[in-house]
């Protein structure tokens, strides 16, 4: 009887598996309903996605400025020998009006001010003497010696953000100084969460024994923050058909997406897939081939998706870096959604799975030669340590090969600020030579 289960449970598991790069290529065609657009305020658009390409209107700036704080000059007046020249009134950055300079004469000048008609440099103030009514200075100075230029930062109809780009606040100070005071952004993703689990309480309650808080929920939801959706409905259900079928008939009304983690295996209450069937989902696939990660499916009910988590936290987050997160901005338009990808030095052991792609988290440390890629000890998908203290997925190809000290790994980046840096890192790859770090072999689940 055992085996005829494992026999059934095997073929249910292969039907409509997929790998992972297959599985991001059914994303990005499915994606053929986009968000629609809205105009904000530009101090609104961060994290946004621009949905028109935006271009400088005039040159950026149209005049010529000083670069540093000193005296304007025709650069034809100067010489190596020390010269006395006479001195006009000063110009600040704020001045409008075109002033011109005699030859001969030098103007006081601030730095980022217009430089007055006649000029073309700018000795700096330090290089410069006062003397009885004038200032002098030696040294020959070349045409546009520490001036900034016309359209130095762009010009007249160059390209600033081009569509399909998250803006970010250094691209806020781009569009700003180009007088870009509304710009067009996606709509906000409606996004619906359902958390599953007989076992789930809320954050604030003490669990009883066999219970666990609903760490999933706060994760994803943040997730779809940070990644410009809007969380629309966010419920927890128990193991309950019913209770589920009408759930998911709510979430699916009115969202763009709808997330749901837990019941996604083949246990006697993960109803969450059949529910969704039921429901008229049709799945583009039903699990894909990843450790951890396998339940996660995607499919879609007329023009809303629908994305179906593991319960188990770890599992959950490696679905939400890979798939959840960059569906997110694929939805709103984005050029570039997915998780930057790095090449990096082993320093531990991991070892390959023969049918999926195996994604260990990792520490990340910058040392002299490049990026090192340290395994986390404990990988056991149940877990919301390891993945909290991860700085990205090492990216392991399907195969029987022991990935092993020294050879490079491909690694999704996580969270950048968790990437490090010498001077502990000597002590942490002295630790690494230990059994504890050998992932693949030792402390998997």
């Not at 010696?145 to 130095?152: C, L, S, T």
């Not at 990205?392 to 690694?411: E, F, N, R």
Request: charged share 20%.
């Amino acid at each position: 009887m055992a085996q005829a289960r494992a026999r059934t449970r095997r073929a249910r598991i292969g039907d409509g598996m997929i790998g992972l790069e297959e599985a991001r290529h059914s994303l990005l065609a499915a994606a053929t309903t986009r968000c629609g657009y809205e105009r904000v305020p530009l101090l609104d658009a961060v994290g946004r996605v621009i949905t028109r390409s935006l271009y400088a209107s005039d040159d950026l700036v149209p005049f010529a400025r000083s670069a540093m704080d000193g005296y304007a000059v025709a650069s034809a007046d100067t010489t190596d020998a020390a010269r006395t020249f006479l001195v006009h009134e000063p110009i600040y950055a704020e001045q409008s009006t075109l002033r011109h300079q005699s030859s001969g004469m030098v103007t006081p000048i601030a730095t980022g001010a217009p430089l007055p008609e006649g000029a073309d440099a700018v000795v700096p103030i330090e290089d410069t003497t006062r003397v009885d009514g004038g200032v002098r200075f030696a040294g020959r100075l070349l045409s546009g010696e520490n001036v900034f230029p016309p359209g130095d930062d762009a010009r007249l109809g160059d390209l600033l953000v081009p569509e399909g780009t998250v803006i970010a606040p250094a691209t806020l100070g781009l569009l700003a100084a180009a007088g870009c005071a509304f710009v067009d952004v996606a709509r906000r993703p409606r996004v619906s969460l359902i958390s599953t689990g007989e076992e789930l309480v809320a954050i604030g309650e003490a669990p009883s024994r066999g219970q666990v808080r609903n760490s999933n929920a706060p994760v994803i939801a943040s997730a779809i923050a940070a990644n410009g959706g809007r969380v629309h409905v966010n419920a927890c259900i128990r193991d309950d058909r019913h209770a589920l079928r009408d759930a998911v008939e709510h979430a699916l009304a009115d969202c763009d997406l709808l997330i749901t983690t837990g019941g996604a295996s083949v246990g006697e209450r993960d109803y969450m897939k059949s529910v969704l069937r039921e429901a008229g989902v049709s799945f583009a696939f039903d699990e894909v081939a990843l450790r951890p990660g396998r339940p996660f499916a995607f499919g879609s009910r007329g023009a809303t998706y629908v994305a179906v988590l593991p319960g188990n936290p770890s599992s959950a987050f490696v679905i939400l870096t890979e798939f959840v997160q960059p569906f997110l901005r694929v939805l709103q338009g984005c050029t570039q959604p997915w998780p930057p990808r790095v090449r990096a030095t082993l320093r531990g052991r991991i070892h390959a799975r023969p049918s999926r792609t195996y994604a260990p988290y990792v520490a990340l440390r910058f040392l002299g030669n490049g990026l090192q890629a340290i395994p986390l000890t404990n990988q056991c998908s149940s877990l919301t340590r390891t993945f909290a203290e991860a700085a990205g997925l090492a990216i392991v190809p399907p195969g029987s090969t022991d990935y092993v000290w020294g050879d490079a790994v491909d690694v999704d980046i996580v969270d950048w600020s968790r990437v490090e840096s010498a001077p502990k890192a000597d002590d942490i790859l002295q630790s690494c030579t230990s059994n504890d770090h050998q992932v693949g072999l030792h402390h998997f689940c």
